[in-house]
């Protein structure tokens, strides 16, 4: 049983010295965004908690909570080798000092590390579906200039109406909202629907 807690401290402590040293030690938090679609609550509820539980699941499986769990297993294990416990006692002790290693030491560590973490962005092709504020008229071939909230920054870009709302007598006028279908980030341009 000792040969196992010191293989898994020495799996635990090279884990997480080479996630360190190769920037790796991540978790992954997933926060889906929320819809505004015609959800019912008891549906938006049961999402929301099997996303959860895949988010649990998913920071199980990720390389920074294995090794810190067999650092914690091992740990306790070698521990607890003075005591002459029975095996069966001593693997369920090393199980639960992992988990508490994990639950109270690591984890709160991270929480604190990701605070100071800059929220990553969303870029100019998370606009999809989002609204968008024309600045000038659109001309007669249905371009235009609109203006989007990226990442709490304004960004002015060319627009295209689409097709089918082109076909209106009316063209796009300035400060009427439309809604974003489509982002070219090579092109800086985007095509828009209106409202």
């Given at each position: 049983?000792?040969?196992?807690?010191?293989?898994?401290?020495?799996?635990?402590?090279?884990?997480?010295?080479?996630?360190?040293?190769?920037?790796?030690?991540?978790?992954?938090?997933?926060?889906g965004?929320?819809?505004?679609?015609?959800?019912?609550?008891?549906?938006?509820?049961?999402?929301?908690?099997?996303?959860?539980?895949?988010?649990?699941?998913?920071?199980?499986?990720?390389?920074?909570?294995?090794?810190?769990l067999?650092?914690?297993?091992?740990?306790?294990?070698?521990?607890l080798?003075?005591?002459?416990?029975?095996t069966?006692?001593?693997?369920?002790?090393?199980?639960?000092?992992g988990?508490?290693?994990?639950?109270?030491?690591?984890?709160?560590?991270?929480?604190?590390?990701?605070?100071?973490?800059?929220?990553?962005?969303?870029?100019?092709?998370?606009?999809?579906?989002?609204?968008?504020?024309?600045?000038?008229?659109?001309?007669?071939?249905?371009?235009?200039?609109?203006?989007?909230?990226?990442?709490?920054?304004?960004?002015?870009?060319?627009?295209t109406?689409?097709?089918s709302?082109?076909?209106?007598a009316?063209?796009?006028?300035?400060?009427?909202?439309?809604?974003?279908?489509?982002?070219?980030?090579?092109?800086?341009s985007?095509?828009?629907?209106?409202?």
């Amino acid at each position: 049983m000792y040969t196992i807690c010191s293989i898994l401290l020495l799996i635990g402590v090279l884990g997480l010295v080479a996630q360190t040293l190769l920037g790796g030690a991540h978790i992954g938090h997933a926060h889906g965004g929320h819809g505004h679609g015609g959800h019912t609550q008891g549906q938006h509820h049961s999402e929301h908690s099997s996303g959860r539980d895949f988010s649990m699941l998913w920071s199980l499986l990720s390389p920074l909570t294995f090794f810190s769990l067999c650092l914690g297993i091992g740990a306790t294990g070698l521990l607890l080798k003075h005591l002459h416990l029975a095996t069966g006692i001593v693997a369920a002790a090393a199980l639960l000092g992992g988990v508490v290693f994990y639950t109270l030491l690591i984890r709160p560590l991270l929480g604190l590390v990701f605070k100071f973490a800059s929220k990553p962005s969303g870029a100019l092709e998370g606009m999809l579906a989002r609204e968008a504020e024309a600045l000038t008229s659109f001309d007669t071939q249905g371009k235009g200039l609109v203006r989007l909230t990226v990442d709490g920054q304004i960004v002015r870009i060319i627009a295209t109406l689409e097709d089918s709302d082109r076909a209106d007598a009316l063209p796009v006028q300035r400060g009427e909202k439309l809604t974003v279908t489509s982002v070219d980030g090579h092109t800086n341009s985007c095509h828009v629907t209106r409202l």
